[in-house]
């Protein structure tokens, strides 16, 4: 079924694939499946002919047997990320053999596929790594084009650079870093810029979902499994089929359904609720929090196994604090969205504002940033925020290595702390513009007037606060 060793590869031709194995029945049986998807296969038996072919041909794919004559696939697999970068390999395990494959994708390993073989996992694999090496031309180069990290500093040039590196593989990625860091949108650029771009993004925030729901949400459930369930329902993991499912906040996934997922990892395979047999899935996990995993593994509040298994590549998202230097520039983005929402012109912001925020702590990291911004907007009269508008809090902790107080209990944290007051100063603020706009008939100007802000800063309150 395969092509000869000898002999170049032409341009315009169907893809090409390098199966390394020494059964004779599986090369076989991958190169009949590969030739019904309309591409060629090469095959070597063992790690020096393997070499020797990459050496020499161009290929879209090397799928490599672990256990070979003359050495371990994990060595072909090092050998091709130093080589071969740009050829995605995955590789061939024996089932329920997991640490294997987690060494795999740690080396560089697109993916992997279990013994004994499934055809179906086989042709998403193949087509995946195939889409995804034809993106290494310049003329097809993978872009994104959705939202961007802002900011030159070193850390986010390391993180970007990294980014792009984990889009090339299938390997789970843990997303780490604070709240209000920006934890999704990392997320969402691997998403876009890896091979499954055209798949689902299905982003879950796993405390958010009752307890009691969250098998049904998750992994869909069959009628009449349980009361209520009056239709089959598909579940978010298998929404995000063909793509990439976003476990936000997984340290709040409780240890029973830790357990369920961590046979999705492993197996691609999922039960819905009230079902008998398993359905294969194909998703890419990718999960966040800004908790310590390892710390809660130590606990034993979350599942040992699941955490190396869901850690294979772990990305920290710097806090705000971290790259100061990038607060100009992310300021002003945030001032020019606020204020196109709000259909005003963008104000300048001044030094000093520019140097208040730097000196500032930012517990609330980005998140926290656009809520400052935004009050300044409102609080300015001009066309320029100043140092006056932007009102920090001082009791904001100076660094993340703040000790605990006393007894050992923190108690709610500032941005939780403020969170909540920002919602009560918003119902006060929103009743008091009703009433202005009452006493005056409705007349903004006279309304804005009687509260001592300008016209435009209560046109902004009015449209944010939803009084209209």
């Known amino acids: 079924m395969s092509e000869p060793l000898s002999g170049a590869r032409s341009p315009a031709t169907q893809p090409i694939v390098l199966v390394v194995d020494d059964e004779p029945d599986l090369l076989e049986l991958v190169s009949l499946t590969l030739s019904r998807m309309s591409f060629r296969t090469r095959t070597a038996p063992d790690l020096e002919t393997a070499r020797r072919l990459l050496r020499a041909e161009s290929f879209d794919l090397c799928l490599t047997d672990m256990r070979l004559p003359d050495g371990d696939g994990l060595d072909l697999v090092a050998w091709i990320q130093e080589h071969r970068p740009t050829v995605p390999v995955a590789v061939i395990t024996a089932h329920g053999n997991v640490e294997l494959a987690v060494r795999a994708l740690k080396l560089g390993a697109f993916d992997f596929v279990s013994k004994p073989l499934d055809l179906g996992v086989l042709r998403k694999l193949v087509g995946s790594a195939v889409k995804l090496r034809s993106g290494t031309d310049a003329s097809t180069a993978i872009t994104f084009t959705g939202p961007r990290l802002l900011g030159a500093s070193p850390v986010m040039e390391q993180l970007r650079d990294m980014i792009g590196r984990v889009a090339r593989s299938q390997a789970p990625v843990h997303i780490s870093g604070e709240s209000g860091t920006g934890k999704e949108l990392v997320a969402r650029m691997i998403h876009e810029s890896g091979a499954r771009r055209d798949g689902p993004f299905v982003a879950v925030n796993c405390g958010a979902i009752p307890t009691e729901l969250m098998e049904s949400e998750l992994f869909g459930h069959k009628r009449g499994s349980f009361t209520g369930a009056i239709a089959d329902k598909r579940g978010l993991v298998q929404s995000a089929e063909g793509g990439t499912l976003f476990l936000d906040e997984v340290a709040d996934l409780p240890l029973h359904m830790q357990v369920k997922l961590l046979r999705v990892v492993q197996e691609k395979a999922v039960r819905p609720v009230g079902e008998a047999r398993e359905e294969s899935v194909d998703v890419r996990i990718l999960s966040a929090t800004h908790k310590s995993l390892a710390d809660l593994v130590a606990q034993g509040l979350f599942r040992e196994d699941l955490y190396y298994r869901i850690n294979v590549i772990e990305l920290r998202v710097p806090a705000l604090r971290e790259r100061s230097a990038d607060i100009p520039e992310i300021a002003e983005a945030i001032l020019e969205r606020l204020a196109r929402r709000a259909s005003l012109a963008a104000p300048r912001i001044s030094p000093d504002a520019i140097e208040a925020l730097q000196a500032y702590a930012f517990p609330g990291n980005v ?27 001082s009791s904001a902790r100076p660094a993340a290595s703040e000790p605990a107080a006393p007894g050992g209990s923190t108690g709610p944290t500032a941005v939780e702390a403020g969170a909540a007051l920002g919602t009560h100063l918003e119902s006060i603020e929103r009743d008091a513009i009703i009433k202005a706009l009452e006493k005056t008939r409705y007349n903004k100007t006279a309304a804005a007037k009687l509260l001592g802000m300008s016209f435009r800063a209560l046109r902004y309150r009015i449209k944010k606060l939803g009084i209209e």
């Open 367 to 393: 998140r926290e940033l656009e809520n400052v911004l935004e009050r300044a907007l409102t609080l300015s009269t001009g066309a320029e925020i100043t140092a006056e508008h932007v009102r920090l809090r």
